[in-house]
């Protein structure tokens, strides 16, 4: 069974870009949750996705936002692209509410 | 919103001995807490979890307890071996009417010498 696939791995921007980033999650997952990680700050929630739908938002800006497609793929987009946002971007899938989460790889953002 | 605070964030032990890593919630509503393991480089995966009916689960040489009067949870691993060392997130599920958020704590760097 394919694990949480994340795409692109790798990415270099430079400030004021945007920058969308994919996730695939295991097959019959239908929640996707999206996270930030940067040393020292853990892992931040940024959104999470069930049936196309925003269940939950954590506390980011507006410029980031997301969505998910009939088939449980999700992306998400973060426009106008500060220093700041330099970070890991982790996706996970879930059967369920209270399940495991199930993580990608991540994609790592520098923006320069 | 939950908030869930770590502790220690850097943990240095000698390959054999004990680590506890403890971590407080403040959310009483929350009622799942999991513990994943980051290898460097890799993704964080899922070691062990405790649901709030229960007050203590293990796992081979792993155990979570649970104390929800006092709302904090501990991950304890005997005879650490230098496999061990990754950083460890504690986390509590918050209840928001639906979904998945789960609220991480800050992590812990755990290094088993030899």
């Known amino acids: 069974k394919a694990g949480v696939t994340q795409t692109p791995r790798y990415l270099i921007k430079t400030r004021g870009q945007q920058v969308t980033l994919s996730c695939s999650p295991i097959s019959g997952h239908r929640s996707v949750s999206w996270y930030q990680q940067t040393p020292g700050q853990g892992l931040q929630f940024l959104f999470e996705y069930f049936s196309e739908t925003q269940r939950n938002k954590g506390n980011f800006p507006g410029r980031f936002s997301g969505r998910q497609f009939s088939n449980s793929r999700s992306e998400m987009n973060v426009s106008t692209l500060e220093l700041g946002d330099s970070a890991l971007y982790l996706c996970?899938?879930?059967?369920?509410?209270?399940?495991?989460?199930?993580f990608g790889e991540g994609s790592r953002l520098t923006v320069l | 919103g939950e908030n869930v605070e770590q502790h220690p964030s850097t943990l240095s032990v000698q390959e054999g001995d004990s680590a506890v890593i403890k971590c407080t919630y403040s959310d009483s509503a929350s009622n799942y807490f999991p513990w994943y393991k980051q290898e460097l480089g890799k993704r964080p995966q899922l070691i062990i979890d405790i649901r709030s009916n229960v007050g203590e689960k293990k796992d081979q040489r792993i155990a979570v307890t649970l104390n929800k009067t006092a709302k904090h949870f501990s991950l304890h691993i005997t005879e650490t071996q230098p496999e061990d060392s990754a950083v460890y997130f504690c986390a509590a599920y918050e209840i928001t009417g639906g979904g998945n958020k789960l609220t991480f704590g800050t992590g812990t760097q755990l290094k088993v010498e030899l």
């Open positions: 996970a899938s879930s059967l369920g509410s209270t399940g495991e989460l199930f």
